[in-house]
């Protein structure tokens, strides 16, 4: 409930500070920072989510409110400071989770319809 | 203590203690023996000498065989002792002090009923016979060094304590002082052995003649199988078992075992608990160690079926169709006004929250999760059995009706009470829940797939389908899921259909970590005798404690189909650090020497048994970029 505020205020104020800083990450990099800063422990390595992690893609949230909710983030979720996680490997991880392509209708997996 | 008026003449098992003792005083420093030797007048003989005839025996064949006792050894009758009770294996790494009731098993009893298993680690056997148990609803006897060898066993007695499984284990110990061979024998000897596990077991005892160990070994054996069950712990005397039996013509006698009957709920609180079930707008049902047997499920799904009320399957046991209408998941808590927990390890923590952020000054957020009104019940035979020092009773919770009693046992009164307390007005209103049920189901599931899919084609390959594509293997076999380890990694519980009891089985219960191979491999043997396919999803750090245990499955042909998780990292672990550092050294072990391991030890694909397919399920599955 907290956290759904907190993301929304963050998205708001991405709408409202057009100056911050835009993504210009590349995917490539982005999958080995994704790995390295362990993101995919709770998210999975698709961003597809797990029970200790919700789904962050496909279709990843605006830049802004996913670089204020890493940053910020004070409920389940560690909050990765630039210290830790740099802007760059931060833009470098959106741009990856942006190139995750489009899940497949569960209907065409015949493993998942036995 | 008895051993005093043995006759060590006639003992083999003396002369073997004899040959320990010489071996031990042969390592004595070379001052000592030097001090001991007559005058060197000699001339220095070359630095290296070809060993002797004897020590080549020694180092290359088989040792001799020795006379036998005459009469009978106590351990034999040790062994008619352990006949009695039908136990199959004894999974044990050997040791000299419980060495003479090793050769009764071997010689005397033919190694058969109980049959040896070697294993390479305590913690190994103690957690086979774990998993074995959660199978065969029957206890393994396990033997260790009663010092060392049960320092290792204690994290599995420890996880078998506190998921209620029963485990007998007997350590052997020297108590005579005046006896024991000095060195190393007494270095192996303490006071209490059961000391170190009396927190965490049942029972204990120390038996000091061969009657009393009789009787001590049918109790322990009837208190471990008196639920909730749980290990027990027998020191056994060295002197005792090695001692030929009195021919005085009193033979000790073998007390019969009867089973004990499982505490069934108090008939005033059974009453009011179905009275508050059949009248609530949305009862739950919570269930985490209730199904001992198949028989639990069934009747947990007529409990369900009675009241359509939904069902939370915490996963210590198979407690409850994941095919069935209805399953919920553990957010149902949320709308209950009556909430009925069995055998719940945890209620508080399933019907609050906490997040370990720091918060709440330091320690933590935690907030409720059901309206304030919510009636709780609780059936809970563990209540029976609570121990001060290890903190497994978990933080407190108010319950409003709490019986100290099985839920299995429980459940045919309840069922019973419920069915009479439904007034006629009641039905349809319980039968539009059901139909809300199974909506609320559909959708659940279709949730679930669609999670799946994301990422189903992607490299390393998704935990979801190396779920989905393990289970394609084996659909068509009578499998059984043995471990899972992670309560993180839920995909077989979303995905899978686990209708039978033996298709789950329950976690370490203690969450020491090292459990999933052993008890795997132990319940695959339970699975082998009756014609069963075991597959377990493995990870990596729990494997590697101790691997040793897939020469076991190796050696004693134990068919197991061994995913590898291989997530390269301790990772449940690095949960808990994620919020204070950014990795640890330390937390990712070398996961490319979980394959190096398993080949030496002859489980590889091409090993003698199939078992343990792990090394070639590494790198099949999650390898990292
Ligand atoms: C005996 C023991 N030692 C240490 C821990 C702390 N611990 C909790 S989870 C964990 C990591 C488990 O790693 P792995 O078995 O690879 O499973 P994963 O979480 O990576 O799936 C550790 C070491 C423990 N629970 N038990
Ligand atoms: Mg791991």
Redesign the pocket.
């Known amino acids: 409930m907290n956290l759904n505020l907190r993301t929304l205020a963050a998205i708001v104020a991405g709408l409202v500070l057009t100056s911050s800083v835009a993504a210009a990450g590349s995917a490539e990099k982005g999958k080995a920072a994704y790995v390295r800063h362990g993101c995919w422990?709770c998210h999975g390595f698709d961003g597809q989510g797990s029970v200790a992690g919700s789904k962050i893609a496909p279709n990843p949230m605006p830049f802004e409110a996913f670089s204020d909710f890493v940053r910020t983030t004070s409920g389940a979720m560690p909050p990765y400071q630039k210290a830790i996680l740099s802007d760059d490997d931060l833009a470098d991880i959106y741009a990856y989770l942006q190139s995750v392509p489009k899940a497949r209708d569960p209907k065409t997996i015949p493993l998942l319809n036995p | 203590m008895a051993r005093a008026d043995a006759d060590p003449k006639i003992d083999r098992r003396k002369f073997l203690a004899g040959v320990a003792a010489g071996a031990a005083s042969a390592m004595a420093p070379p001052a000592a023996r030097a001090a001991e030797a007559p005058a060197q007048t000699t001339p220095r003989a070359p630095s290296a000498l070809p060993p002797s005839a004897k020590t080549v025996e020694a180092e290359t064949k088989t040792p001799r065989e020795l006379a036998r006792v005459p009469g009978i050894a106590g351990s034999d009758f040790m062994v008619d002792v352990i006949k009695t009770l039908d136990i199959k294996y004894v999974p044990a790494n050997c040791a000299s002090s419980y060495r003479a009731l090793h050769e009764s098993l071997i010689d005397y009893g033919g190694n058969r009923m109980p049959e040896f298993l070697t294993c390479m680690h305590e913690e190994s056997a103690v957690a086979m016979a774990h998993g074995y148990f959660k199978v065969a609803g029957k206890p393994l006897l396990t033997l260790c060094h009663g010092t060392v060898g049960l320092q290792h066993a204690t994290?599995a007695i420890y996880n078998a304590w506190c998921d209620r499984v029963p485990v007998i284990v007997i350590g052997g110990n020297e108590l005579d002082a005046a006896h024991r061979p000095p060195g190393v024998p007494t270095i192996h000897s303490a006071q209490d052995i059961n000391a170190l596990v009396r927190d965490f077991t049942k029972w204990d005892d120390t038996p000091v003649s061969l009657q009393h160990f009789a009787q001590s070994f049918v109790r322990a054996y009837k208190i471990a199988m008196t639920p909730p069950y749980g290990p027990v712990m027998i020191s056994l005397d060295t002197g005792l078992q090695q001692e030929p039996m009195r021919d005085d013509g009193e033979k000790p006698y073998i007390p019969r075992y009867v089973p004990t009957s499982p505490p069934q709920g108090d008939s005033g609180a059974v009453k009011e608990a179905a009275r508050l079930l059949a009248n609530a707008q949305n009862p739950v049902i919570v269930a985490d160690r209730a199904a001992r047997t198949p028989n639990g499920v069934t009747l947990l799904v007529q409990l369900a079926e009675l009241l359509q009320a939904r069902v939370i399957d915490q996963g210590g046991r198979m407690n409850f169709p994941t095919t069935h209408y209805l399953t919920a998941p553990a957010s149902a808590v949320s709308n209950a006004d009556v909430i009925i927990g069995l055998e719940l390890s945890d209620f508080w923590g399933t019907v609050n929250s906490f997040t370990d952020n720091g918060e709440n000054r330091g320690i933590g957020q935690n907030s409720t999760r059901i309206n304030p009104d919510t009636r709780l019940i609780s059936i809970c035979a563990v209540d029976l059995n609570t121990k001060a020092n290890y903190q497994d009773f978990q933080r407190f919770q108010v319950i409003d009706v709490q019986m100290a009693a099985d839920a299995q046992a429980t459940l045919p009164a309840l069922i019973e009470a419920v069915r009479s307390a439904i007034r006629n007005d009641r039905k349809s209103a319980i039968a539009a829940r059901g139909e809300s049920a199974k909506k609320a189901y559909a959708e659940m599931r279709s949730r679930a797939r669609q999670a799946a899919a994301v990422g189903w084609d992607a490299s390393p390959i998704s935990t979801a389908r190396m779920v989905m594509e393990t289970f394609g293997q084996i659909k068509d076999l009578d499998w059984s899921l043995v471990a899972a380890?992670?309560p993180?990694?839920n995909w077989p519980h979303r995905l899978l259909p686990i209708e039978k009891h033996h298709q789950w089985l329950g976690r370490a219960g203690g969450?020491?970590?090292?459990y999933?191979a052993p008890a795997s491999v132990g319940a695959a043997l339970a699975n082998r005798d009756l014609g069963r396919i075991s597959v377990c999803f493995q990870?990596?750090?729990?494997?590697?404690?101790a691997p040793g245990v897939l020469w076991t499955a190796a050696r004693h042909k134990i068919p197991l189909l061994a995913v590898m998780?291989?997530?390269?990292?301790?990772?449940?672990?690095?949960?808990?650090q994620a919020r204070r550092v950014d990795g640890l050294v330390g937390e990712r072990?070398d996961?490319g020497s979980v394959r190096a391991w398993s080949r030496p030890q002859g489980s590889s694909r091409d090993g003698e048994s199939g078992a343990a397919s792990a090394a070639r399920r590494v790198d099949a599955t999650a390898v990292m970029p």
Not at chain 2, 511 to 514: E, I, K, P, T
Not at chain 2, 539 to 545: A, Q, R, S
Not at chain 2, 565 to 576: A, D, I, M, V
């Open positions: 422990q | 994290m380890e992670s993180r990694f969450y020491g970590v090292g999933a990870p990596d750090g729990d494997l590697m404690y998780h291989n997530n390269r990292g301790y990772h449940r672990h690095r949960l808990s072990p996961q």
